[in-house]
């Protein structure tokens, strides 16, 4: 398991380290390397789906999968409990992503609403990386 957890957090890390529009520091890498390693093994999803999802490919995932969405959006602040936490959303990504924008796509994706927190979780990740997929 430790070695599926070492794949997936040099996929993440390549992933985002690639990912300059975002103009993430160091630290925020580091957080979400360790948050997709966390949450990787605490909801036994896979690295195939980890990588489905970084790549906006939503059809097919498991209940394991959409868990995997809730625990990482939950550690970093942007989901409490299934309830959209826009403030912390706005404070992390408005920034780098441009509060307009991003006010955009909030008003578009934060209430929707799955039967249960992973599924709300992974209907809102869906949504913002349809609507912008550089906030992610």
């Known amino acids: 398991m430790k070695f599926v957890i070492a794949l ?3 996929f993440v890390l390549t992933a985002v380290n690639g990912e300059d529009r975002l103009n993430l520091t160091e ?3 580091l957080r979400a390397l360790q948050y997709s390693a966390i949450c990787l093994e605490q909801e ?3 690295t195939q789906a980890a990588v489905a999802l970084m790549k906006g490919q939503f059809n097919g995932l498991d209940k394991n999968a959409k868990c995997f969405v ?7 602040g942007f989901i409490k409990d299934g309830a959209v936490q826009s ?5 992390k990504l408005g920034p780098n992503v441009g509060e307009d924008k991003l006010k955009s796509i909030m008003s578009k994706c934060n209430n929707l609403k ?6 709300t979780a992974f209907i ?3 949504c913002y990386y ?3 997929a550089a906030v992610l």
């Open 8 to 10: 997936v957090a040099i």
């Open 27 to 29: 630290d925020q890498k």
């Open 44 to 46: 036994k999803s896979t």
């Open 70 to 76: 809730n625990c990482f959006l939950e550690k970093a």
């Open 87 to 91: 403030s912390v959303i706005m404070a």
């Open 114 to 119: 799955g039967n249960d927190n992973c599924e």
């Open 124 to 126: 809102l990740y869906e």
């Open 130 to 132: 349809k609507e912008h």
